[in-house]
């Protein structure tokens, strides 16, 4: 079943441990019709702009897949909202910068990305609908005990460079602050 024009319903529930594990996971039409808006509100348009794959490392989760690889099974994934993805070549601090600029989302996470790797990490990113959506950045990374941590995402921050008095107002407004 084809949920975008890139994407296929087979890509956003495959899981390994699922497979190997005898786990269902198979969403149902409600958790069908969410993958179905994240791919046409995120995964779709990103590749239409970067035209390379997009790799979704982790789509769909069953609450019982949920469960045995340690997630919450109140996770978007496990509500069909959420994707985990890359584009190889690209930085995902770049992808993520990009989803944040220009387009509509609930929740993106830059996950386990080091400033100083830019092929590191992955990007989580959720999508409920444009009502519901907070657009939330934030960045999530291993403490010193190896605890995962989340932090608001700053540009200031991570991007490298100051931002001008410009970027920053005009990054307010974006933001509605």
């Not at 497979?19 to 269902?24: A, D, Y």
């Not at 702009?49 to 490392?57: A, I, L, R």
């Not at 769909?60 to 996770?75: K, P, V």
């Not at 999530?140 to 608001?152: I, L, Q, V």
């Given at each position: 079943?084809?949920l975008?024009?890139?994407?296929?319903?087979?890509?956003m529930?495959?899981?390994?441990?699922?497979?190997?594990?005898?786990?269902?996971?198979n969403?149902s039409e409600?958790q069908?019709?969410?993958?179905?808006?994240?791919?046409?509100n995120?995964?779709?348009?990103?590749?239409d702009?970067?035209?390379?794959?997009?790799?979704?490392?982790s789509?769909?989760?069953?609450?019982?897949?949920?469960?045995?690889?340690?997630?919450?099974?109140?996770?978007?994934?496990a509500s069909g909202?959420?994707?985990?993805?890359?584009?190889f070549?690209?930085?995902?601090q770049?992808?993520?910068?990009?989803?944040?600029?220009n387009?509509?989302?609930?929740?993106?996470?830059?996950?386990?990305?080091?400033?100083?790797?830019?092929?590191?990490?992955?990007?989580?990113?959720?999508?409920?609908?444009?009502?519901?959506?907070?657009?939330?950045?934030?960045r999530?990374?291993?403490?010193?005990?190896?605890?995962?941590?989340?932090?608001?995402y700053?540009?200031i921050?991570?991007a490298?460079?100051?931002?001008?008095?410009?970027?920053?107002?005009?990054?307010?407004?974006?933001?509605?602050i």
């Open positions: 079943m084809r975008s024009k890139s994407f296929t319903l087979n890509e529930v495959k899981s390994q441990t699922a497979e190997r594990e005898g786990i269902n996971n969403p409600s069908i019709e969410a993958l179905q808006r994240l791919c046409e995120i995964l779709q348009p990103v590749r702009h970067f035209g390379m794959p997009v790799t979704v490392s789509g769909f989760r069953s609450a019982q897949l949920c469960t045995r690889i340690g997630s919450s099974i109140n996770s978007q994934h909202q959420a994707a985990d993805f890359e584009i070549g690209i930085s995902n770049e992808l993520a910068h990009w989803i944040d600029k387009l509509d989302y609930d929740q993106m996470i830059l996950e386990f990305w080091n400033p100083e790797d830019k092929n590191s990490g992955w990007v989580h990113c959720s999508y409920k609908n444009p009502e519901e959506n907070r657009k939330e950045f934030l999530a990374y291993r403490n010193e005990s190896g605890k995962t941590c989340y932090e608001k700053s540009y921050k991570y490298g460079q100051e931002p001008t008095k410009d970027d920053l107002e005009n990054m307010m407004m974006d933001k509605g």
